[in-house]
């Protein structure tokens, strides 16, 4: 049979041990830790009773010095601001110290104290609150919720309060109050004259569709139902409007009524709407120019012979490392007169039918481009000459039924290497082309927002099928990607490190002589820093 027992060691802490007979021999079984105050002893009997198949077992201090190698505790550090813990009482007990919970509540506290400093308390909502920081620990489902607030210290509402909770989103307009402090934020930080857009689809555990989860393009590769989620964000990537669109609308059609819901919202209409090549076709463009923002998109490298014939004719294909052409594009047919060498300035009125167009050359890109192009031309001739069976790829074409290699789409293809266009309709005294081709490269910020909401706060696969608890669900995964993002900007850390760092910080609740005292975990320097940074809300974007 096993028992706890406790030793008294060189240094006169005491050693936790389970202990059990051998054959008749008394046998070290584990040696549990080392305490040097009454709390740490209290904690390390209780993860001895824990692992001892019998939790009643009880304790024998047999005086002996242990033989295994001894593990020391580390002292409590003094109790940061957060904790109000006095002296722990009864130290000459009777009986040892009972540890009645551990929690994590260090971390919820440093996550609330952004979701506060962002404004989001307002909405006066406690479990939609602990809703939105339990997503950002550790996205789990409503009924796994309620462990992971036990786990950072809080009691966690029942199933059905949750799904109250839900329901309040869309009846109190939580979204819609979200958006508006998540704007006054970034004009208060920054500035809100760019933003960003990009959409991306979030699946269903489900096989049957409905009015708004459609079969669709998904950018998972998946055949079942789906949502079209459109982000729109400022320049760093901060999330300033979320939607939701049927799971078979196209991403063309979903950026035109985000903008306009963005501009109702918060009465503005000079901004820059930066978007992905494809997201605006011409008819698009000119419903977004139409309407008063100013737009910067990526051209398709197809469009570059028409876009640059006078180039072409002028100056041939030969391109500079880092060279930039400013000049102009057709919305539809064909360009301006190539017989004018100079590339001419684009203007609203002396260009009506054509936009502003950036076209860069880079180094790494041609060569990543030719590689690109000759494993395809690789394929394509295998496929030819029949070593390999598949579907016709890229360069072949049928020359009286016989399959052959397109030696004139491989040779333009090779010519366009290395170019990469932007498509603005701001003029180049209202924006330079660094500038433009800078603020399109800010794109990655908005598609990392949205890789942060599918693996950080695990938005989809989305379990619930209602309308309204759709909806609900991205305006928790919205709210916790504003909280994301404030706590990476602040810590100049990735959420899941910060996340990595801070859950291990234990509190311990111990129980003496039927007196309850909560002690803070030690706290190291690397730690200390994170908390520091998060309480004094230092963005280190700037």
């Known amino acids: 049979m096993a028992w706890i027992r406790r030793v008294r060691t060189a240094s006169g802490a005491t050693g936790v041990q389970i202990a059990e007979y051998d054959s008749g021999r008394r046998k070290i079984v584990a040696h549990v830790g080392s305490a040097h105050t009454e709390a740490e002893l209290g904690i390390l009997l209780e993860r001895a009773r824990e692992m001892l198949a019998d939790p009643a077992q009880g304790s024998f201090d047999l005086g002996i010095e242990p033989a295994a190698p001894q593990v020391r505790l580390v002292a409590p550090a003094p109790a940061p601001a957060l904790f109000e813990a006095g002296p722990l009482a009864g130290t000459t007990a009777a009986g040892p110290p009972r540890a009645v919970s551990t929690d994590s509540r260090l971390l919820f506290q440093a996550l609330d104290g952004v979701f506060g400093d962002l404004g989001f308390g307002a ?14 620990v ?10 992971v607030l036990a786990e950072l210290g809080r009691k966690a509402a029942s199933g059905k309060t949750m799904r109250r909770a839900l329901a309040r989103c869309a009846d109190r307009g939580y979204r819609d109050k979200i958006a508006g402090l998540c704007f006054a934020h970034v004009l208060a930080s920054g500035d809100i004259s760019l933003v960003l857009y990009d959409v991306t689809t979030l699946y269903f555990e489900a096989g049957h569709e409905d009015g708004l989860r459609k079969v669709g393009y998904s950018k998972e590769r998946r055949a079942g139902p789906q949502v079209v989620a459109g982000l729109l964000a400022d320049r760093r990537g901060f999330p300033l409007e979320i939607g939701c669109f049927e799971g078979n609308k196209a991403e063309k059609l979903t950026i035109l009524p985000a903008i306009r819901q963005f501009q109702a919202r918060h009465g503005i209409e000079a901004v820059v709407v930066v978007a992905d090549a494809g997201m605006l076709p011409a008819g698009n463009l000119d419903d977004l120019d139409e309407a008063g923002p100013g737009f910067i998109v990526g ?4 469009k570059a012979p028409v876009g640059l014939e006078s180039h072409f004719r002028w100056h041939g294909d030969a391109f500079t490392d880092g060279q930039v052409i400013d000049t102009v594009t057709p919305k539809a047919g064909k360009n301006n007169d190539p017989a004018l060498r100079a590339e001419p300035a684009w203007d609203r009125k002396d260009h009506p039918k054509s936009w502003r167009a950036v076209w860069a050359v880079s180094a790494k890109r ?33 020359d009286g039924g016989t399959p052959a290699l397109d030696e004139k789409a491989l040779a333009r293809a090779r010519r366009l290497a290395g170019l990469k266009g932007y498509v603005t309709n701001l003029p ?7 500038e433009v081709i800078s603020r399109y490269h800010d794109l990655w910020h908005v598609e990392q927002s949205f890789r942060m909401s599918k693996t950080d706060l695990a938005a989809r696969p989305v379990f619930v099928r209602k309308r309204d608890a759709i909806e609900a669900h991205l305006t928790i995964v919205f709210t916790a990607l504003a909280v994301a993002r404030e706590t990476q900007n602040r810590t100049g850390l990735a959420i899941r490190n910060v996340i990595r760092q801070l859950r291990p910080l234990h509190s311990a ?3 003496v002589n039927g007196a309850v005292q909560t002690f803070p975990p030690a706290i190291g320097p690397e730690q200390q820093k994170i908390l ?11």
């Open 532 to 542: 520091d940074d998060l309480k004094n809300g230092r963005d280190l974007r700037h």
């Open 366 to 398: 041609l060569a990543r481009d030719n590689r690109t192009l000759t494993a395809q031309e690789n394929r394509a001739r295998d496929v030819i000459s029949g070593a390999k069976s598949a579907r016709a790829p890229r360069f072949v074409k049928t």
């Open 509 to 511: 609740t111990i129980a």
């Open 428 to 434: 180049v005294s209202v924006m330079p082309p660094a």
């Open 123 to 136: 909405l006066g909502d406690d479990v939609f609150r602990d809703l939105v920081l339990a997503r950002v």
């Open 299 to 302: 051209s398709r490298v197809t």
């Open 138 to 147: 550790e996205p789990a489902s409503v009924l796994d919720t309620g462990r």
